[in-house]
């Protein structure tokens, strides 16, 4: 339901406006995974030698590389995947994600006074 709809219904609408209910802007999506790191995860998928060892002993995965290449990963990159210990590939890719793209909070409807705080309050129990 709008929100004009119920300011209108309101016997509140009188002290309360549009302008002061503010909506606080969700902050920036994450930057998308490193290409190396989308590599690592690539191979990891398409070789099960690659994921077994991975899954292992990611250091030792990362020493060796995957078909003769190397992952060119940032210190925070290969501590992270040194430091993960997980079952299966997408438990491993999962909480890969969850460290490099923590999920992010939507847009929220923020009172921008007491009385809107109050009333978007009793709204919200109906």
Not at 50 to 61: C, K, N, Q
């Amino acid at each position: 339901m709008a929100l004009g709809p119920i300011l209108h219904q309101s016997s509140l609408h009188q002290s309360l406006s549009r302008r002061e209910l503010c909506v606080t802007p969700a902050p920036p999506a994450p930057a998308p995974l490193s290409s190396d790191l989308t590599r690592l995860l690539s191979a990891a998928v398409v070789s099960p030698t690659f994921r077994r060892l991975l899954l292992s002993d990611p250091a030792a995965a990362l020493a060796a590389g995957y078909n003769g290449e190397n992952f060119q990963l940032s210190a925070a990159e290969y501590n992270a995947v040194t430091s993960l210990r997980a079952g299966t590939i997408r438990d491993f890719a999962a909480q890969l994600l969850h460290i490099f793209q923590p999920t992010r909070p939507e847009a929220v409807l923020e009172p921008a006074s007491p009385q809107a705080k109050v009333y978007v309050a009793a709204v919200a129990r109906r």
